[in-house]
C-alpha cells in the first residue's frame, strides 16, 4: 500500500507539472502598459499610448552602474555614454548631457505651432496676437528675459515657451559631475 501511495502522489505531481506546463505555454504574456489606461482615452493619454506602444519610450533602455566610489560611477558613466554614442545603433545617449538635447529644442521649435495647446484661430487674430505678443514682452522684461530673447524673432507669440512651461523641467535626475544619478 506503501508503494501504491508513493506512485499515486508522484503520478498526481506529474499530472499538476503537465497542466502547469500547459497553462504557461499557451499563456498570452503582454509588456503593453497601455491597458492600465481608460478604455476611451483623453487625446493626451492617446498620445501617450501612441509613444508607449512606438515611440521613443518603446525603445528607452536605462542602464545603472553600483558599486565603486561615486567618481569612478561617473567615469564608468561617461566612458560608457562616450562608448555608446559612436555606435550607430543608438539614436542618442543622453546621461544627463544638456547639450545632446540641442536637436531635441529645435525639433520642439519647428513644431511649436502643432505642439502648443494654445494654438486656435482666435490665437492668430488682432485680439489674440495682441495678447500673445504682450506675454511675450512680459517674458523679455522678467529675469528670464535674456534666455528667451533669441527666440522671440523665431517665436514672437511665445508658443516655444508655453510648451516648455508645460514640461515639468524639475522631474529631471539628480546630476553629480554634470551625470545622472540615484541616491
Known amino acids: 500500500m506503501n508503494g501504491r501511495h508513493r506512485a499515486t502522489r508522484v503520478a498526481l505531481w506529474l499530472l499538476a507539472l503537465a497542466a502547469l506546463i500547459a497553462?504557461?505555454?499557451?499563456?498570452d504574456y503582454?509588456?503593453?502598459?497601455?491597458?492600465?489606461?481608460?478604455?476611451s482615452p483623453t487625446p493626451e493619454q492617446a498620445l501617450l499610448v501612441d509613444q508607449l506602444r512606438e515611440g521613443a519610450l518603446s525603445r528607452l533602455i536605462l542602464v545603472g552602474i553600483a558599486g565603486g566610489s561615486g567618481s569612478g560611477r561617473?567615469?564608468?558613466s561617461r566612458a560608457m555614454a562616450a562608448t555608446l554614442r559612436g555606435q550607430s545603433a543608438f539614436s542618442s545617449v543622453v546621461n544627463g548631457d544638456n547639450e545632446r538635447l540641442a536637436a531635441d529644442r529645435q525639433w520642439l521649435l519647428e513644431h511649436r505651432y502643432?505642439?502648443?495647446?494654445r494654438v486656435d484661430p482666435e490665437?492668430?487674430?488682432?485680439?489674440?496676437l495682441r495678447a500673445a505678443?504682450?506675454?511675450t514682452l512680459d517674458w523679455l522684461a522678467s529675469p528670464a528675459g535674456m534666455l528667451i530673447e533669441p527666440l522671440v524673432p523665431r517665436d514672437p507669440t511665445g508658443e516655444l515657451i508655453q510648451i516648455l512651461e508645460s514640461l515639468d523641467s524639475t522631474a529631471q535626475p539628480r546630476r553629480t559631475d554634470g551625470v545622472w544619478v540615484s541616491r
Open 74 to 76: 561617473t567615469a564608468i
Open 123 to 128: 490665437r492668430f487674430g488682432v485680439a489674440g
Open 23 to 27: 497553462l504557461v505555454l499557451r499563456a
Open 133 to 135: 505678443v504682450q506675454d
Open 30 to 39: 503582454s509588456a503593453d502598459m497601455s491597458v492600465f489606461l481608460p478604455r
Open 114 to 117: 502643432l505642439l502648443s495647446a
